[in-house]
């Protein structure tokens, strides 16, 4: 069973709609990187059950994120924050290297601090 990588950060964000049983299984099975043999001695059930608790899971999270849409959000927001904290610090180099006024630097170095803010919040 190959691993689909993505299902951490699923789990991340959906983990707690899934039962306890299915969230421990996918969390040993992703997060942990345990076997399926190592999970079901753990959880004392069959190989075959924690393959199937693992499937149905990943289709719960999958139908989440396909309603939701929450980590795609999460993905692009993160991608435009770096975006701007780049474009700010180039500004504030530019503004201090051709002497610009320096309120421009200052407001460089002010949305750079935002972005670092935003990136705490998420």
Known sequence: MSKDLNIALLLDFYGEMLTDKQRDVV??????????????????I????????IKRGEAQLHELESKLGLVKKF????DLLEKIETYANEINIESTTYNYPRTIST??????????ESKEII
């Open 75 to 78: 993905m692009k927001y993160s």
């Open 107 to 116: 407001r460089a170095q002010l949305i750079m601090e935002c972005v670092k």
């Open 27 to 44: 969390e040993l099975y992703y997060d942990e990187d345990l076997s399926l043999g190592e999970i079901a001695e753990t959880q004392k």
């Open 46 to 53: 069959t190989r075959q059950g924690v393959r199937d608790s």
